[in-house]
């Protein structure tokens, strides 16, 4: 036997094995305006039919309606390993005729930032109580947002969605209904789009880069596909036999065929090998590293902050603001002895904050006092 | 026009507001044979001739305006309709343009010929709307450009001396563009409709129609027919107004199998078969504007230019201008207008005026 063999090379293997049985779940959200093709490129992307059951409102009834929020989950087996998918919808997104009329801070779609919000809150909430043996992952870990092909780039409204959804979600742009666009118009769209996610400071997220250590191929095929940003993307789920060598996925027009899998035609074939065959993980990992991280600073450190405001605002300071949580109530399923823990946790944290900011106040009167002296 | 005697309005009829029926001639004309045995010819029917050439000397004019979100193609589709640039294409892919923060009005009046006819074309844009985030009454700008233009003729007729030929700057026909979701309308799409289509012609037509295969147009389009029925938006042709049967089956066809027409623009040019087609190339395909097998644009560009074109301006003129006029007139209390009209006082225009001649 080799001396110099220690074997935990085979790490990865186990490692491979144990994520296999416990299976892996994914939320993927979808959102933009009605029409683009979502739910299709849902349907294309993971083979399913998510949507049989879908109603679409006529426009009277969506001259009344609001956002909301939908769920659907399915489980997708290939190759002996699951997925519990969960895409999450916004029906009703870019409906309103009337948005941000009585105050351009609660714009219509101000419940899909909360939700997300929400799944980060629940997961904090879970990470800091005591029973974390099966905290469940609702976390949105990656929103697909569709952009207009009938545009000339972003509109006001995906600008003002997007900024309000970056720091918190991973963000992949897409274009919808791309065989609405020659080649030409795809280009220069899709350059507009990148000119104007930089000029106005939005984060999408960024694929990383492939290891040294690959080979030329790999690397020119990466690099191609992050060119192809934001994807221009056709969806379908029927077969069409127009006569050609096989039959394909596709459209079919008077004037021809457009195939969902032929990369001359549009962008399918990149968007779901990024998204699902080589960076599904990673967007796992930077929502938790990334993203999560973000989120529970924030809410702790506001919790924090009382007391290292300066000295004009200490008057605004009292027993009420003390005790405000920034963590917003929500009903949770939980036992009540676990809700019943965390509160007692929360005042201890809030009555030690208390002491150290009456500490700071005497320690900072006595030193006027000397400085008066 | 025929003029025929008006029948009497009450004031009561005139404050409702509703548009008459053009007025059948009170004494109805006894037909006349023509005698067989006169040999001869008299030549009455070179009066068309007569009204040709009138036409062809002074020519006329034909007011469009198109509306819709930014994007959609409006400005290729006018181009395309009139084969001239007569629409300066707002995009042009290296330019830095702003989306306007409010709807504006932009006309461009150009004069196009044809076959001796010389046809004074304005094209009003309006950029800018539905393109915010709060689209709120966006369509206000447009409702009022559109009445003012009828302020503006009426004031015209009502002077004393009036010009031989009082310049006509009312929309004619207001070419309203649907985005292609494939869905149904949007709220902004029936808001609009609803306001407007009382006071201009409106032709929705579905925009950039090659993103739809034949089953998905002709589910959209039905879609978007029944939701303009049930909630009571009349497009042009409106039914009402159909003169006789000739006309009714005609529109009929029109109004329940072609509406709205599903286009596609394009100001280039490909092979095809040996010839040169104005179109649309793709990977997949070439698709051909005025072939029908891909799109409808020619049956757009034959209704509106080739076979409505003078109903479009009929329409206009003894509708919605009548009823803008008469609720003009009803709000002055049966007085013309503004005062100022060569700086007299005018007796008062009488309570039952005639329809003002063409």
Same mark, same amino acid.
């Given at each position: ?23 892996? &779940? ?24 998510? #949507? ?92 697909? #947002? ?32 791309? &065989? ?72 079919? #027009? ?27 993980? &990673? ?91 | ?87 300066? %294409? ?73 010009? %031989? ?51 998905? %147009? ?34 009929? %066809? ?105």
């Amino acid at each position: 036997m080799d001396k110099e063999y220690v074997g935990f090379a085979a790490l990865p293997n186990q490692l491979h094995r144990k994520s296999v049985k416990k299976g892996f &779940d994914f939320t993927l959200m979808v959102a933009g305006e009605s029409g683009l093709g979502k739910s299709t490129l849902i349907n294309s992307l993971f083979l399913t039919n998510l #949507y049989e059951d879908r109603q679409i409102p006529e426009a009277s009834a969506r001259l009344t309606q609001t956002l909301t929020i939908e769920r659907r989950g399915v489980e997708i087996e290939e190759g002996g390993i699951k997925v519990k998918l969960t895409v999450v919808d916004t029906p009703g997104f870019g409906d309103s005729i009337s948005d941000c009329r009585h105050s351009p801070h609660t714009p219509s779609w101000l419940p899909v930032v909360r939700f997300i919000e929400e799944q980060f809150e629940q997961y904090l909430r879970d990470e800091s109580g005591l029973n974390r043996k099966n905290i469940q992952d609702s976390r949105v870990h990656c929103c697909l #947002y569709f952009i207009s092909p009938f545009g000339r780039g972003l509109r006001p409204l995906d600008v003002a969605f997007l900024r309000a959804v970056h720091e918190k979600v991973n963000i992949i742009p897409v274009i919808g209904k791309a &065989d609405a666009l020659m080649p030409k118009e795809t280009q220069a769209l899709k350059q507009k789009i990148r000119e104007q996610l930089k000029e106005e400071e939005i984060n999408i997220y960024q694929f990383p880069e492939c290891d040294s250590d690959e080979d030329e191929d790999f690397k020119r095929q990466d690099a191609e596909m992050k060119e192809s940003i934001p994807f221009a993307v056709v969806g379908s789920c029927e077969v069409v036999r127009d006569g050609g060598p096989r039959p394909v996925r596709g459209r079919h #027009y008077s004037w021809g065929t457009v195939e969902v899998e032929n990369p001359h035609h549009c962008d399918f074939l990149n968007l779901r090998r990024m998204l699902v065959q080589t960076h599904l993980q &990673d967007l796992k990992e930077v929502t938790h590293d990334l993203l999560y991280e973000g989120y529970r600073a924030r809410c702790l450190q506001s919790l924090a902050r009382p007391g290292a405001r300066d000295r004009a605002s200490r008057s605004k300071l009292s027993r009420q603001s003390a005790t405000e949580i920034p963590l917003p109530m929500l009903p949770l399923a939980d036992t009540e002895k676990l809700i019943r823990e965390k509160d007692e946790e929360l005042r201890r944290m809030q009555e030690m904050l208390e002491k150290m900011q009456a500490q700071m106040q005497l320690s900072q009167a006595q030193g006027e006092q000397s400085d008066a002296l | 026009m025929s003029k025929g005697l008006p029948e009497t309005r009450t004031d009561a009829a005139m404050s409702e507001l509703v548009p008459e029926p053009r007025p059948k001639p009170a004494v109805p004309m006894k037909p006349v044979g023509i005698n067989p045995n006169l040999l001869g010819y008299i030549g009455i029917d070179t009066i068309i001739e007569q009204m040709r050439k009138k036409t062809m000397k002074t020519g006329f004019d034909f007011n469009i305006m198109v509306v819709g979100q930014s994007g959609l193609g409006k400005s290729t589709l006018v181009n395309t309709l009139f084969k001239s640039q007569v629409s300066r %294409k707002a995009s042009s892919w290296n330019r830095e343009e702003k989306i306007p923060k409010t709807v504006e009005i932009k006309a461009i009046g150009h004069v196009i010929e044809e076959g001796g006819v010389k046809m004074k074309l304005t094209v009003i844009d309006t950029p800018g709307f539905g393109d915010q985030i709060n689209n709120e009454r966006c369509w206000e700008p447009i409702e009022k450009y559109i009445n003012e233009q009828y302020e503006k003729f009426l004031k015209e007729e009502v002077n004393i001396a009036r010009k %031989k030929r009082i310049p006509d700057t009312r929309v004619h026909c207001c070419l309203y563009f649907i985005s292609p979701t494939g869905h149904s309308l949007r709220p902004l799409d029936l808001e609009f409709m609803k306001h407007l289509s009382k006071v201009v012609n409106i032709i929705p037509v579905i925009a950039k129609a090659d993103t739809m295969t034949l089953e998905e %147009k002709s589910e959209f389009k039905q879609r978007v027919r029944k939701e303009l029925e049930v909630n009571g938006i009349e497009f042009y042709p409106q039914k009402e107004f159909d003169e006789d049967l000739e006309d009714k089956t005609e529109n009929d %066809k029109i109004r329940q199998e072609s509406m709205p027409f599903a286009v596609v623009g394009s100001d280039k040019e490909y092979q095809v078969n040996g010839k040169r087609v104005l179109g649309r190339k793709t990977p997949w395909g070439i698709i051909e504007v005025e072939n029908l097998n891909h799109c409808e644009f020619a049956l757009l560009r034959d209704f509106v230019i080739r076979t409505h074109l003078q109903d479009l301006k009929e329409v206009t003129h003894n509708i919605h201008y009548e009823t803008y006029r008469a609720k003009r007139l009803n709000d002055n209390g049966g007085l013309p207008p503004g005062e100022g009209l060569l700086g007299t006082v005018l007796p008062p225009v009488p309570a039952t005026p005639c329809p003002t001649a063409e």
